[in-house]
């Protein structure tokens, strides 16, 4: 069911927009191309039927006008070094902006139209692991993981899993692959430049 000049609260890379037909947006990055139609499925509100969580069969669906980046923010590191010294570091986020076309209280799960993903370094993110596979023994797999990708990269001083996964992601799985980053221009990750300098050492 799609009724003009109805809102709805949609929710995507972790936050939430109330939108009608017509609305621009700017949302994190999205898996998609310019001219592409997607449909979000997180859908929390359409009118005044309330989701719980989510409102069964409604989605929202919009067109992927471009692929943009945001305002650049600039952050000052301070390096403790014999000779003091601060760095500037600055980051641009990526962005997607899109139009919303249609809003459907119901049959969105019936659509065709492909499902808004989010994307990370400009790449769709990989197929999700089997449930019960991430269920056995969330630890002793995310070692296997580790293992089959590179190094094991929590053993630099302040890189924890969740970094690491970060990193994995960003398609730095070894020492030698983090030691050629720059961390001035690389925006996947915020990398610090100790972890450069110990990873080269890691290397060798």
């Keep these: 069911m799609k009724e003009d000049h109805m809102f709805a609260v949609l929710k995507t890379g972790g936050k939430q927009y109330k939108v009608q037909a017509g609305d621009v947006l700017r949302v994190e990055k999205l898996a998609a191309n310019a001219g592409d139609k997607i449909q979000f499925n997180d859908i929390l509100m359409v009118g005044t039927t309330l989701g719980a969580p989510l409102v069964a069969g409604a989605g929202v669906q919009a067109e992927v006008i471009e692929q943009i980046k945001a305002d650049k923010v600039i952050s000052y590191v301070k390096r403790r070094r014999?000779?003091?010294?601060?760095?500037?570091?600055g980051h641009r986020q990526q962005l997607t902006l899109v139009r919303i076309t249609d809003i459907l209280e119901s049959g969105a799960d019936k659509s065709g139209v492909t499902a808004a993903i989010g994307a990370r370094s400009g790449t769709a993110p990989a197929p999700a692991a089997a449930p019960a596979k991430k269920a056995a023994a969330p630890k002793a797999?995310?070692?296997?993981?580790?293992?089959?990708?590179?190094?094991?990269?929590t053993a630099i001083n302040g890189v924890g899993p969740a970094m690491q996964k970060k990193l994995v992601e960003a398609g730095i799985t070894t020492y030698a692959d983090l030691a050629k980053v720059d961390p001035?221009?690389?925006?996947?990750?915020?990398?610090?430049?100790?972890?450069?300098?110990?990873?080269?050492?890691l290397a060798k």
Aim: aromatic share 6%; proline share 3%.
């Design 82 to 89: 014999k000779h003091s010294s601060q760095r500037k570091r």
């Design 184 to 201: 001035d221009t690389f925006e996947a990750v915020n990398v610090k430049p100790e972890w450069v300098e110990e990873a080269k050492t």
């Design 141 to 153: 797999a995310a070692k296997a993981e580790t293992a089959a990708a590179g190094d094991d990269l």
